[in-house]
């Protein structure tokens, strides 16, 4: 597919508060290919870093980000964005997800890692059938620009265990309860908007923030093209969960390709959200 004529400019770009442009992104992890492989890295790398700083997210959330990626991709958007990133293994190594937060805007209070387990307290604990740990990693912000605090947390549900990612979920779904600030969960998720996951975290007041969004921009794309041609209608697995009190001005599934490459075999996913005060 040819790349159109506007894939180097955002799709959202930048807000002015009070509005909050949420992003989630699987970084896609690497592996063994050619170099011009649509999926190596090294080709995909600063497509990555051009599409995060024309968007200009005030909180990223990234998945399957080994540590090479994180460290590329640090160096490449500079020091606007803090990145709170955390592998999923006892201490705190290998696969990662993770926020880079806008420190124009944010101020960290908290960080937290918990495990997607019977025992969230213990890094690197698996549940539920899982091959590997999976795990969510979080932040509590100060906005400076509102004097609101949130929650923002990044996570990857299992990609083989429906059970796992259905008891992951409630267990997210407690986690912004107790917290009890507003708060955005963005994944990959692994399964369709509308599948048990999303369900059980809409219960706890948890919802996607594409069913309540004043406006959708662009094309309602599936988040999964994998390299190839993005398919209107397609299944969401990526997705921007929002805590009830949010107003959702606008979404939208960026297929984008910087430079005439595609990021990642995941679309980005963008929400731009406010709090009612």
């Given at each position: ?11 959202i ?5 009070p ?6 992104l ?15 890295w090294e ?17 990223l ?15 490449a958007?500079?020091?606007?964005w803090?990145?709170v ?19 124009e ?12 387990s ?6 690197g ?5 899982t ?6 990693v979080g ?15 990044a996570?990857?549900?299992?990609v083989?265990?429906?059970w ?7 267990l997210?779904g ?5 917290r ?8 990959d998720w692994?399964?369709?908007a509308?599948?048990?996951?999303w ?7 948890v919802?996607?923030s594409?069913d309540?969004?004043?406006r ?6 599936g988040?999964?093209p994998?390299?190839g ?5 397609g299944?969401r ?5 929002v ?11 960026s297929?984008?390709?910087?430079g ?18």
């Amino acid at each position: 597919m040819p790349a159109a004529p506007d894939d180097d400019r955002p799709i959202i770009g930048g807000v002015v508060a009070p509005e909050v442009h949420c992003t989630t992104l699987n970084l896609r992890r690497p592996v063994p290919r050619p170099a011009g492989h649509p999926d190596a890295w090294e080709r995909r790398r600063d497509a990555v870093a051009a599409l995060v700083t024309s968007e200009e997210p005030t909180v990223l959330a990234v998945q399957e980000a080994l540590p090479t990626q994180t460290a590329d991709l640090t160096a490449a958007v500079g020091s606007r964005w803090e990145p709170v990133v955390v592998g999923r293994g006892a201490r705190g190594g290998g696969e990662a997800v993770g926020l880079f937060l806008d420190r124009e805007r944010l101020d960290v209070v908290e960080r937290r890692t918990w495990a997607l387990s019977r025992t969230p307290s213990r890094p690197g604990s698996r549940s539920w059938a899982t091959a590997f740990p999976r795990h969510a990693v979080g932040a509590v912000v100060h906005d400076r620009a509102t004097g609101r605090e949130f929650t923002a947390i990044a996570t990857h549900l299992d990609v083989a265990s429906p059970w796992a990612r259905l008891r992951g979920a409630q267990l997210l779904g407690r986690i912004v309860r107790e917290r009890g600030l507003p708060a955005v969960v963005m994944a990959d998720w692994n399964c369709p908007a509308g599948s048990a996951p999303w369900r059980a975290l809409a219960e706890a007041g948890v919802v996607d923030s594409w069913d309540r969004a004043s406006r959708q921009v662009g094309e309602p794309y599936g988040t999964y093209p994998h390299y190839g041609r993005p398919r209107v209608g397609g299944r969401r697995i990526d997705g921007v969960l929002v805590t009830t009190d949010a107003v959702v001005d606008r979404v939208a599934v960026s297929v984008r390709r910087p430079g005439g490459v595609w990021p990642s075999d995941h679309a980005a996913v963008h929400a731009v959200v406010r709090w009612a005060s």
